[in-house]
């Protein structure tokens, strides 16, 4: 009998224990059932609800493109709503270099279908090689309808191409308004790096590089739209979607008087110079203008290699603002802001000093501009005849510390609250600013220097009629260019008949046998009240004054005086006040000389008719208008230049930087200032700018 061995056990199977195994497994493997069910329903879940938008936008962006539309600028505009800064419907035609396939091939395309003329083509080729990957190219703009619909329907043969129909910034009165607005440009690398906002290389789109333009973006910019159109899985378009308008930028209403600001430019002719024209009443600028300028269109356009370099060249440089950027030895112009401080301090107006021509202080002897000397001159007549031996003497005795607090509250030296990113500030001096600054003590030849607009005194134009405006209303007028930033202004702490003895003073220089004759207007019953001035910047040795001293003319450019004048009118119910600076202006030219011009620009503001009529006369002497000197310009610069290859001078220029922070202008600015500080370090005896005696001249 066979059985188990001995120690074991016999595991007997029944029907009932296979029937537990058995729901067991079951009940196992339905529980794995069930917990992947509900992880299965729970991922999709997830996906159907937390997801959803995800997923739908990715499906959604595979047969709908959506492309950022760049919003419209918000308008400059004048104070009396006309444009300076306007947009300008435009079709337009870019590359998007790191888009861009089979280069060769499509800008073959581009070419045959848009027509474009060898030059293009090799501005584009080496413009291509410059660009940043993402920096939109430009390949043509202003299209007609015609031609950017050719290029537009044929876009799935064309990667890298970007068609746009939008806007684009447009200045009406061009070079007049170059320093005033500034120009919108495309994003450099730097900004888009530093922000990753897409719109920023979107095509089409650009932003404030300078001026208004710049300091005003957050206001002008506006909110971008969105366009939005279902494609085939080729790219081919089957049909334009709902978009989303863009919201347009707010304006900016400016104090500024465009038509004023367009002749001021244009009155100024081929000089290099700045005007500034405020009102008494507000402090609201009217006009601010620098000349030689730029056309802000090219710069908005993309301005080229060769133009950029021809800006960049010019002695006159048409890059700088000089209204904020331009430092002058004010010159005569301040003798009025002196005889105020010296009625403060005490001062008779009646108080006479003997001009013999020249004054000796120590072993110095100080000159005044007329060798034979004015005589017996008061406060008035010292104004009237701009006597510099008067002020020597007056400011010797008073010293000069007790002129530089009356400077100070009449604008110079000051800074502005305006809105733009470049002011210098220059300099009212002062026996603790030159310890400080030198340390050194201040000198009487200090004084007599300073006495006379010399020396360490430096003004900017918009100082300087801040003090014509502040001279002729006695407020504290602030300067204001946004039309919601107008403020009142309290008294300044000046005498009446002390402001009225000025007053005087300023109308003789002008209409009383004065050294400002020139400046006469002759609008009925409106009397212009002013003083000129020439500042010095180079030294005139004895031996010159005694062989007899060269002319301006006989100078080079650089080394001639700056013309400069102030004033305001009517001279007894002042509503203007004017600042006329000359670079080197020299009085050369009559009809272009600083009285002239500002008696012409005052004229516009009360006879408009006249003073077109005086402008219509002259400008064909200068070579005409702005727009036509500027091309002539240009076409004589290529000339002078051998005319470079056009793929070299007609490439856009990407490395230029913003006019008043370009490389020109900051040269130019230091070169000044160190020839100024040159000119008024020269303080040893014999040595001095007084001592040479002003150049001024009565330009009647």
Known sequence: MNGPAFGQSQRMVTEASQSYSFSRRTVALGAAQAVFGLALAGRMGWLAIVENEQYTLKSESNRVNTTLVPPRR??????????????????????????????????????????????????????????????????????????FAAVSVRIPELPGVAPTRGFSRSYPAGAAVAHLTGYVGAASAEQFKETRDPLMVTPGFKLGKDGLEKTLEPMLRGVAGQKRVEVTARGKLVAELATKPDEPGKNARLTIDIGLQDYAARRLGTQSGSVVVMGCLTGEMLAMVSMPAYDPNSFSDGISHLEWKMLSDNDHVPLMNKVLQGLYPPGS???????????????????????????????????????????????????????????????????????????????????????????????????????????????????????????????????????????????????????????????????????????????????????????KMLVPGVALAGKTGTAQVRRITMSERAGGVLQNGALPFKLRDHALFQGFAPHDKPRYAIAVVLEHGGHTVRNLDTPAIARDIMTYLFDKERALASLAEAEPTWGGDIKTRMAAETAAYRAAANAPPLAVGAQTEFDATAPTDAPAVRAATAADTAAAEALANTAAPGNTVAEDGTTESDPR
């Open 333 to 519: 112009t301040v003798k009025p802001m002196n005889g105020l401080a010296l009625l403060h301090a005490g001062v008779s107006a009646g108080d006479r000093v003997f001009c013999s021509g020249a004054l000796r202080v120590g072993s110095g002897v100080f000159h005044c501009h007329k060798k034979r000397g004015h005589g017996s001159l008061d406060l008035k007549n010292a104004i009237m005849q701009s006597c510099d031996i008067y002020f020597y003497e007056m400011v010797r005795r008073l010293g000069y510390d007790n002129v530089a607090p009356v400077a100070r509250s009449l604008g110079l030296g000051q800074k502005f609250e305006l809105p733009f990113a470049s002011q210098r500030f220059g300099t009212v001096p002062d026996s603790a600013w030159k310890q400080r600054k030198y340390k050194t003590a201040w000198t009487v030849a200090d004084s007599l220097n300073a006495s006379i607009g010399q020396g360490y005194v430096l003004a900017n134009p918009l100082q300087l009629a801040v003090m014509a405006a502040r001279l002729a209303s006695g407020r504290a007028l602030q300067p204001s260019i946004l039309a919601d930033h107008v403020s009142s202004a309290p008294m300044l702490p000046i005498q009446p008949d002390h402001l009225t003895t000025i007053h005087e003073a300023m109308w003789g220089v002008v209409n009383g046998g004065g050294t400002g004759g020139a400046a």
């Open 74 to 147: 918000g308008w400059i505009i004048d104070r009396n709503g006309a444009p300076i800064a306007n947009n300008r419907t435009d079709f337009r035609v870019d590359i998007i270099p790191d888009r861009l396939e089979d280069k060769d091939r499509v800008l073959a395309l581009l070419r045959d279908i848009l027509k474009l003329p060898p030059e293009e083509m090799d501005r584009i080729v080496a413009d291509l090689k410059r660009a940043a990957g993402f920096q939109p190219v430009q390949v043509a703009e202003n299209l007609d309808w015609e031609r």
